[in-house]
């Protein structure tokens, strides 16, 4: 999961400003993802990222509101704790409280949405870290029905600060990074924090009908990316009339269900174009999810984005921009 050739030499510490287009490549251990602000102007990203063979552990701090969007690493277990009041982000189609955590197995969908800016205390560990456990954590953690939580706000204050102050650390002696006795003692700390502080019962509590219905929507769209939906085709498969169905969709994802659609299909082309194999192009990533107008494909995509796709794909084919691992490297964050 956690390579790197700077892995070899123990590990590191990163301190990044970014801007949109390259923000989602700085969150720990997730090149494949999307980061797109949700109002208009830049969207600037500042991150503090310590990288350990099986530890990625990160404060972000996001300039506006924004959309991120992408999958989980092959043996991952991904978990962040908004350190913003909780109620402005949406998480999965599903509303915070002040002892929600974002939280997913290897390879699950995440998407979140957060209608401030605001910060997050991210981290990766790998699923093998939890010994025993780590399957069942995987399984727990991939399951779309479960709703991780703190166990109580103690054990959320707790996990932040000590969380924090290894990043302090790890900031005012680099050295640190490289400590292998450091790594395995972090490593095994957090999973026992992990283990003893979240709920095994998390459970999602009652919400409106309009949010059930533009989850229930979200979910058809989002398997029938390519295909034409009418708008009546979405009310009967989320059970909800057009007035409901719109203004969950709104509150819950921040767009109407056609601009979800279109957004989606442009990280699908964005997530291709970041991690290329032999072969890829624009136009062929671009008609992989039903872009046909071309013209009209670039305007979006750089209004979203803030680069044309061609730009995107360039810098993802610099060997420079990119470590091994996917992650920027040391000149491409400076």
Same mark, same amino acid.
């Given at each position: 999961?956690?390579?790197?050739?700077?892995?070899?030499?123990?590990?590191?510490?990163?301190?990044?400003?970014?801007?949109?287009?390259?923000?989602?490549?700085?969150?720990?251990?997730?090149?494949?993802?999307?980061?797109?602000?949700?109002?208009?102007?830049?969207?600037?990203?500042?991150?503090?990222?310590?990288?350990?063979?099986?530890?990625?552990?990160?404060?972000?701090?996001?300039?506006?509101?924004?959309?991120?969007?992408?999958?989980?690493?092959?043996?991952?277990?991904?978990?962040?704790?908004?350190?913003?009041?909780?109620?402005?982000?949406?998480?999965?189609?599903?509303?915070?409280?002040?002892?929600?955590?974002?939280?997913?197995?290897?390879?699950?969908?995440?998407?979140?949405?957060?209608?401030?800016?605001?910060?997050?205390?991210?981290?990766?560990?790998?699923?093998?870290?939890?010994?025993?456990?780590?399957?069942?954590?995987?399984?727990?953690?991939?399951?779309? $029905?479960?709703?991780?939580?703190? #166990?109580?706000? /103690?054990?959320? +204050?707790? !996990?932040?600060?000590?969380?924090? @102050?290894?990043?302090?650390?790890?900031?005012?002696?680099?050295?640190?990074?490289?400590?292998?006795?450091?790594?395995?003692?972090?490593?095994?700390?957090?999973?026992?924090?992990?283990?003893?502080?979240?709920?095994?019962?998390?459970?999602?509590?009652?919400?409106?009908?309009?949010?059930?219905?533009?989850?229930?929507?979200?979910?058809?769209?989002?398997?029938?990316?390519?295909?034409?939906?009418?708008?009546?085709?979405?009310?009967?498969?989320?059970?909800?009339?057009?007035?409901?169905?719109?203004?969950?969709?709104?509150?819950?994802?921040?767009?109407?269900?056609?601009?979800?659609?279109?957004?989606?299909?442009?990280?699908?082309?964005?997530?291709?174009?970041?991690?290329?194999?032999?072969?890829?192009?624009?136009?062929?990533?671009?008609?992989?999810? $039903?872009?046909?107008?071309?013209? #009209?494909?670039? /305007?979006?995509? +750089?209004? !979203?984005?803030?680069?044309?796709? @061609?730009?995107?794909?360039?810098?993802?084919?610099?060997?420079?921009?990119?470590?091994?691992?996917?992650?920027?490297?040391?000149?491409?964050?400076?």
């Amino acid at each position: 999961m956690l390579t790197d050739q700077r892995l070899f030499l123990g590990g590191w510490v990163d301190s990044i400003e970014t801007d949109a287009p390259h923000a989602a490549e700085v969150v720990p251990g997730w090149r494949n993802g999307v980061v797109v602000p949700m109002e208009p102007g830049p969207l600037r990203l500042r991150s503090t990222v310590l990288h350990t063979p099986g530890v990625r552990l990160g404060r972000l701090e996001f300039s506006c509101g924004h959309r991120y969007h992408g999958s989980v690493p092959a043996e991952t277990v991904f978990l962040a704790f908004p350190l913003t009041p909780p109620e402005r982000i949406v998480f999965n189609g599903r509303h915070l409280d002040a002892l929600s955590i974002v939280a997913g197995g290897p390879g699950r969908e995440i998407e979140l949405f957060s209608r401030v800016s605001g910060q997050h205390l991210v981290m990766s560990i790998r699923a093998s870290s939890f010994g025993a456990s780590s399957e069942a954590w995987s399984k727990r953690l991939g399951d779309e $029905g479960w709703s991780p939580r703190s #166990r109580s706000p /103690e054990h959320r +204050r707790v !996990l932040v600060e000590f969380a924090t @102050s290894v990043l302090s650390a790890a900031q005012a002696a680099p050295s640190l990074a490289r400590n292998a006795t450091f790594h395995q003692g972090l490593e095994r700390r957090l999973v026992r924090m992990l283990d003893v502080g979240i709920s095994r019962e998390g459970t999602v509590g009652n919400e409106p009908e309009r949010r059930r219905a533009a989850r229930a929507a979200q979910r058809y769209l989002a398997s029938n990316l390519r295909k034409r939906i009418s708008v009546a085709e979405l009310c009967l498969v989320a059970g909800a009339n057009e007035r409901t169905l719109q203004r969950g969709f709104l509150e819950t994802y921040g767009l109407t269900p056609k601009a979800y659609v279109v957004s989606r299909r442009l990280d699908l082309v964005r997530r291709q174009l970041l991690a290329p194999s032999e072969g890829t192009t624009v136009t062929a990533a671009a008609t992989s999810v $039903g872009f046909f107008h071309f013209g #009209r494909f670039a /305007e979006a995509y +750089r209004r !979203l984005f803030g680069e044309s796709p @061609s730009a995107t794909l360039r810098r993802a084919l610099e060997p420079s921009a990119v470590s091994v691992s996917g992650y920027p490297s040391r000149s491409a964050t400076v």
